[in-house]
């Protein structure tokens, strides 16, 4: 966890990303979780068929696998990971709660995976030395300057985009992580902000930063 958060904010969080369903519909994690709690208590499916996704709640730990298997084990099926592409609508709305929290919304910096979030021909990618770091990570990332909004703006001729491996304010009150090609972004950040992204809809909860990353990836 420690490779996508900071020992500087407040705290750390899971924001899990929809999981995709038939006719490009989006599902949240947690209904799916309270239905399968629910299922197995009625079907009585054996312990070893749902391992590790049992509870009746979503917990920050919860593995996409998991839950998978146990979706798979009471006849649901035709689900499946972002895997980075959570869509328009979630984009546009997460980057409108993030400019509210922060000083510096005209002025943010997106990692971008080269080949991995789309054209990055023509952007600006001049990078102060304090970030050389990020743009260091995953084999190299492509820096772009742009307001924060950019990351809902961009998905506008393509909702497919996968999102950044990272997203810093200047002013610093967040970092946004997106591990390539994961079912969840991770975010360090005030508890303020994490209140919320709960308050619009997000799933989000509270990670310890010296714990295993949960989620998975292609």
């Known amino acids: ?87 328009r609508v979630f984009s546009v709305a997460l980057a409108a709660v993030l400019g509210e929290h922060t000083a510096t919304p005209d002025e943010c910096w997106f990692f971008l995976w080269e080949g991995y979030a789309g054209e990055t021909d023509g952007l600006d990618t001049g990078c102060p030395p304090w970030l050389t770091g990020l743009a260091r990570r995953s084999g190299g990332l492509v820096p772009h300057r742009a307001p924060v909004s950019w990351l809902g703006a961009r998905t506008a001729d393509d909702e497919h985009l996968r999102l950044p491996v990272f997203v810093w304010p200047d002013d610093g009150s967040f970092l946004l992580a997106c591990p390539i090609y994961h079912d969840s972004l991770y975010i360090s950040c005030s508890t303020d902000l994490v209140d919320r992204l709960r308050e619009a809809s997000f799933e989000v909860l509270l990670v310890d930063r010296d714990a295993e990353l949960p989620g998975e990836c292609d």
Do not use: K, N
């Not at 990303?17 to 949240?28: A, E, I, Y």
């Not at 799916?32 to 068929?49: G, I, R, S, Y």
């Open 1 to 87: 966890m420690s490779a996508f958060t900071t020992s500087t904010h407040e705290v750390a969080a899971r924001i899990f990303l929809p999981l995709h369903g038939p006719g490009d519909s989006r599902w949240p994690w947690e209904g799916l979780v309270a239905q399968v709690a629910a299922q197995v208590a009625a079907l009585d499916v054996a312990h070893d068929e749902t391992t590790g996704a049992a509870d009746s709640v979503l917990t920050p730990d919860v593995r996409w696998s998991d839950l998978e298997r146990c979706l798979e084990s009471v006849g649901r099926t035709g689900l499946r990971m972002a895997y980075a592409t959570p869509g």
